[in-house]
């Protein structure tokens, strides 16, 4: 039977940490952007043909809907983020931790507390 060892890329895992949080900026502006477009095509449409240029009361009950899933749909891109950027931090609190286990090898193999040469010993 072979030891096995894990290995840690710590570059590669900031830069994903890095890739997650900019994957929830763009999904929160995106959706920010596009919302305000269909609000704006349902305001445009609704006030077409009226004289005042305000919304024609039948395409009120439409709005409202509208608005009530846009909501929905903000609230479930908001845990989705939310998600993305605790994992970013959790990748970047395991890199940190990383580190720290290897500095407290090292610093054991060289005063002698430890046999084994860990990775990044002199």
Do not use: C
Not at 2 to 12: K, N, S
Not at 13 to 40: H, I, M, N, P, T
Not at 105 to 120: C, L
């Amino acid at each position: 039977m072979t030891d096995l060892l894990l290995q840690v890329d710590p570059e590669a895992l900031l830069s994903f940490a890095q890739q997650l949080e900019g994957r929830a900026d763009d999904l929160e502006a995106g959706l920010a952007a596009e919302r305000a477009k269909v609000e704006d095509a349902v305001r445009r449409s609704g006030s077409m043909y009226t004289r005042d240029g305000r919304t024609a009361p039948v395409f009120k009950p439409l709005g409202s809907a509208l608005s009530g899933v846009l909501d929905r749909a903000e609230s479930n891109v908001q845990a989705v983020t939310a998600t993305l950027r605790h994992d970013a931090t959790m990748l970047r609190e395991f890199v940190a931790q990383h580190e720290a286990a290897e500095q407290r090898a090292v610093r054991a193999w060289e005063t002698g507390e430890i046999q084994v040469k860990p990775r990044g010993a002199a």
